[in-house]
């Protein structure tokens, strides 16, 4: 695959002489299968809030957790280690991505570094929306350590707005809902976000997530060293397999 030079957003020094914020959680890279199952049950537990039925198929871990194009996040309460929130982001580095089972994407997109971020659960409460907004970071923060040109959304309605909010724009028509096989065929808008105009648009903007995103250093947020993940050492037992974008991100 032809892939381009990326710009970046969040270089690896831009944290130097940024205000410090400390969270009451930590946001970190699944690296063990103790990690994977805490994510696997707060994912759970946020999918049961509103999708009962797809909830029941999401109560062990996905063939999707140990691909090497994926990363799975989990957020951790500092006061008991509970888990508070966590999301998965695949990249389309040594293949497709999973959206890519149900459409074709156009061709200003064939060719770039891709990222799609699924299974985003978060806890309730107003915990849960910090937790939310850290994970978002904690993507920006992949995305560029990983290269990506473009991350790509899904949502039905209307949750699909939130996505207007960050400033995703549709890959197809606007406002076009598309069945998507690989969900059911639920409709869903396709939406990317270009990551090397992120920074001058959300500045242009005066987004709210600028300052926590770009001008404040989180010491509790961090993804490590990009780095092919190993797989965790565990046998997968037989599982039902099941696909989302980050359809609850409002949601949850």
Do not use: C
Not at 37 to 55: E, G, L, N, S, T
Not at 90 to 107: C, D, F, V
């Amino acid at each position: 695959m032809d892939m381009r030079d990326p710009a970046i957003f969040l270089s690896a020094t831009a944290t130097q002489g940024m205000p410090i914020e400390r969270l009451p959680f930590t946001v970190r890279r699944v690296d063990s299968e103790d990690a994977l199952w805490k994510a696997v049950r707060i994912r759970q537990a946020a999918y049961a809030r509103h999708v009962p039925d797809f909830a029941r198929t999401l109560s062990i871990p996905e063939a999707s957790d140990y691909e090497d194009d994926t990363v799975v996040l989990l957020a951790e309460s500092k006061l008991d280690g509970s888990a508070l929130g966590t999301a998965r982001i695949q990249t389309n580095r040594h293949g497709p991505l999973h959206l890519e089972e149900s459409i074709e994407l156009p061709e200003w997109l064939q060719g770039r570094r891709l990222a799609e971020v699924t299974r985003l659960g978060v806890s309730e409460g107003r915990i849960g929306h910090v937790v939310k907004v850290a994970l978002m970071k904690a993507f920006f923060q992949y995305w560029e350590q990983s290269g990506t040109e473009y991350a790509i959304a899904t949502g039905r309605a209307p949750i699909d707005r939130q996505y207007e909010q960050l400033m995703f724009s549709d890959v197809f028509e606007p406002g076009q809902m598309i069945p998507l096989s690989h969900v059911g065929n639920i409709p869903h808008r396709v939406m990317a976000f270009e990551i090397a105009t992120a920074e001058a648009r959300w500045t242009a903007a005066k987004h709210p997530l600028l300052k926590f995103v770009r001008q404040t250093n989180h010491p509790d947020i961090q993804i490590g060293e990009l780095r092919t993940r190993h797989k965790i050492e565990a046998s997968l037992p037989q599982r039902p397999l099941a696909a989302s974008s980050m359809r609850e991100f409002a949601a949850a």
